[in-house]
């Protein structure tokens, strides 16, 4: 059980709008860690798509962006593609465990 | 670009050494901190230890006996040991450039392709 929480799965029609939550505490999102966030298809390694809560990495569509409030983070993809089904993964730092934590990860299809 | 490539154990018998290494490419390895994070089976990732410039390390406290982290600047490749390994082990491993951040609160990337570890007797 992860530290932090999302949804196992979420779904859109292409060109559509989705967003992935990704829920925290006090020793992580709340407490001022940044969020960053992750795409893994099957088989691969996950992929840097959000840094900084908010930066996207050079040749990452701005399809993509993310945000934080409070104890919580999102990713919201807007224009769905076929190609953006995938594993989507938020990652902070926690002071409690003295680690880096992923959330659980969240299955998006593109209907 | 740069390019993480990673070499090592796949089959491990329980209670012997994970052993991994990660090759840096088409990149600067001193200035950066380096990472391993392993991802059992149909699980989510789990962040295993970083090596800072100099040779500081940080690791997960579930993992602190049994991990080593090393690195070697001069071949530019760092990596895992895992002593006596369990079944609970068993995932793929990836190696990963850390950025940002003060200690161990960065992002990774980029990644190498991951290495499947299957501890079974």
């Known amino acids: 059980q992860s530290v932090l929480t999302q949804p196992p799965s979420v779904s859109g029609a292409p060109g559509q709008r989705v967003s992935i939550s990704c829920t925290g505490s006090?020793?992580?999102?709340?407490?001022?860690?940044?969020v960053h966030w992750y795409q893994q298809d099957p088989g691969r390694a996950p992929e840097l798509i959000i840094f900084?809560?908010?930066n996207r990495p050079s040749g990452v569509p701005d399809r993509f962006s993310g945000s934080k409030s409070g104890t919580s983070a999102s990713l919201a993809i807007t224009g769905l593609q076929a190609e953006d089904e995938a594993y989507y993964y938020c990652?902070?730092?926690?002071?409690?465990?003295?680690?880096?934590?992923f959330g659980e990860g969240t299955w998006l299809t593109v209907l | 670009q740069m390019q993480l490539v990673q070499r090592g154990s796949g089959l491990l018998k329980p209670y012997e050494t994970l052993s991994l290494d990660c090759s840096v490419y088409?990149?600067?390895?001193?200035?950066?901190?380096w990472a391993w994070i392993r991802q059992a089976p149909k699980e989510g990732l789990e962040w295993l230890g970083e090596?800072?410039?100099?040779?500081?390390?940080n690791y997960n406290p579930s993992l602190k006996s049994r991990i080593t982290i090393s690195a070697d600047a001069r071949k530019k490749q760092f990596s895992l040991r895992l002593r006596s390994v369990t079944a609970t082990d068993t995932a793929t491993y990836y190696c990963?450039?850390?950025?940002?951040?003060?200690?161990?609160?960065?992002?990774?990337?980029?990644w190498g392709q991951g290495s499947q570890v299957t501890v079974s007797s």
């Open positions: 990963a450039r850390a950025s940002g951040g003060v200690e161990v609160d960065g992002f990774f990337d980029p």
């Open positions: 088409s990149g600067p390895f001193n200035s950066y901190r």
């Open positions: 090596i800072h410039e100099g040779g500081r390390v």
């Open positions: 006090s020793s992580n999102i709340g407490a001022g860690y940044e």
């Open positions: 900084g809560n908010t």
């Open positions: 990652q902070s730092y926690d002071s409690g465990l003295t680690t880096s934590v």
